[in-house]
């Protein structure tokens, strides 16, 4: 039991990282859940048109995920043993990717959003609906992507300063951009004390602003109030060595990749579970908002291990990593459990809070109900997944997780959407439910010790 469970002070160091992790995550995707709310206010049409535009920011999110990841399994590294020369070198090149995928993606989105959009409305419907769910779709994409920049700078602060250690500061810019879209949107998207009613632009605008302030604050907390040594003097140079970039490269593109096929794999399921009805849109969009809101808990484990255990590998604590692996994963599914149950007595209450039909909600209450069931495993592939990519061997990572989805999750959605008369229950429970199938392959890597691996020893 040793080997599964540590003791008080392994909890104590994990649960002072995790819970700040936890509490700006949970912020983040409390605001999420807000906008989803207000703008399912407006009706499903906004809201399914917001939805899918989701889908296709989703893919861009994990792509700038898949970049910050790349230099974070660095970062930790470096931290590990105070290398803080190539730590600041790491952060510059960080951003440097960041902004060089922002601008791609926002491209991509203003000149092909409305052809990707049209691929989610095959479904049954009235051409009034689906007209209705483009025009917001292509409304919220056209502001929202003013946002890319601010946002791709914070991703990049906010994982070096978790690798540092300051979990709190990420915390509090979540806060301040929690406060701002939280009073932008109620003044925006419903045109509240004389302000103009813009609706899903409103939401949209509200969430750019925000982004902006979340990023002021972090690059000045992080220079200018808590002189942070790994930050003094990031930009006295613009340079970043040649071997380390090559270096950052080799793992940030394989994790760009995988995080982009990832995402990727859920607008293929949004858009496979769409063939059963444009209602289904609407409900899946209902249950994917709070699946992120009552999985915050165990994301945060996750990171939690990448950033422990990535410490420990850079200090050459091989064995120490290993064991830490172990009892992350126990400590995580124990959580799944605990938020599976709470996400489940909510289902019932959920959505009540969308001006939807009765045919929506009861669809979502269904669907959360699987969703809920399936959560503790969700967790414990999520801490495998992280202990994995913290060694940096990152296209063994990218087969367990964006291969995994796109061989077996996706191909099981698309067959079952398209050439069987299974409802939506039955396919969303199967599809998902391949993530049991999964937690044995993460299980099975951790044993194996080929994810283990100390990085840049030779710089």
């Known amino acids: 039991m040793n080997k599964l469970i540590g003791d008080k002070a392994f909890y104590k160091r994990i649960l002072a990282l995790m819970i700040p992790i936890a509490i700006q995550n949970g912020i983040t995707n409390f605001v999420n859940m807000l906008d989803n ?13 917001v939805s899918i535009a989701n889908q296709m ?12 990841a790349g230099a974070g399994i660095f970062g930790a590294q470096f931290v590990g043993r105070e290398d803080y020369k190539n730590f600041k070198s790491s952060l510059r090149f960080r951003l440097y990717l960041s902004l060089v ?8 989105l203003l000149t092909a959003g409305g052809s990707l959009t049209n691929l989610f409305l095959k479904g049954e419907g009235s051409k009034a609906e689906a007209d209705m769910i483009f025009n917001s779709a292509k409304g919220y994409i056209s502001v929202i992507v003013f946002g890319f920049l601010p946002y791709s700078v914070s991703m990049s602060y906010t994982g070096a300063l978790r690798e540092t250690g300051d979990t709190k500061s990420p915390m509090r810019a979540s806060f301040l951009a929690v406060f701002v879209n939280l009073i932008l949107n109620y003044l925006l998207i419903f045109g509240n004390l004389g302000l103009p009613k813009l609706g899903v632009k409103g939401a949209a605008l509200a969430t750019v602003i925000s982004r902006f302030a979340e990023m002021f604050y972090l690059v000045i907390k992080a220079h200018f109030v808590s ?16 071997k380390l970039g090559a270096m950052i490269t080799k793992k940030s593109v394989p994790l760009m ?16 579970y769409s063939l059963k009805g444009l209602s289904v849109v609407a409900a899946t969009n209902i249950c994917n908002t709070f699946w992120e809101v009552f999985g915050v808990s165990f994301i945060a484990a996750g990171v939690t291990v990448s950033i422990v255990v990535g410490q420990q590998l850079g200090a050459g604590e091989h064995k120490t990593a290993k064991e830490t692996a ?24 959920i959505p009540l809070l969308y001006n939807v039909s009765g045919e929506i ?34 296209w063994l990572t990218t087969v367990f997780d964006s291969g995994f989805a796109m061989l077996v999750i996706v191909p099981i959605a698309f067959i079952l959407a398209r050439f069987t008369s299974m409802s939506i229950y039955e396919i969303y429970f199967l599809s998902k439910g ?16 080929t994810w283990i691996n100390t990085l840049g020893k030779d710089l």
């Open 101 to 108: 995928v922002s601008v791609a993606a926002a491209t991509v």
């Open 434 to 449: 391949a993530v049991i199938i999964k937690c044995i392959l993460g299980v099975l890597l951790i044993r194996s010790n």
């Open 361 to 394: 909600r009861d669809m979502a209450f269904y669907l959360i109900l699987i969703e809920a069931v399936l959560m503790p495993f969700d967790s414990l592939v999520q801490a495998c997944y992280f202990a994995v990519r913290s060694g940096g061997k990152v």
């Open 257 to 272: 990749f995988n995080e982009m096929l990832w995402g990727s794999s859920f607008a293929f399921l949004t858009q496979s």
């Open 227 to 242: 002189r942070n040594v790994y930050f003094g003097g990031v930009f006295k140079t613009l340079k970043v060595p040649l």
């Open 57 to 68: 920011l989703m893919i861009y999110n994990f792509c700038l995920l898949g970049v910050v």
């Open 326 to 349: 172990y009892k992350m994963i126990c400590f995580s599914f124990f959580i799944g459990v605990l938020a599976g149950g709470l996400y489940a007595a909510a289902a019932r209450f």
């Open 37 to 49: 709310v207000m703008v399912g206010r407006l009706g499903s049409g906004p809201m399914s048109g």
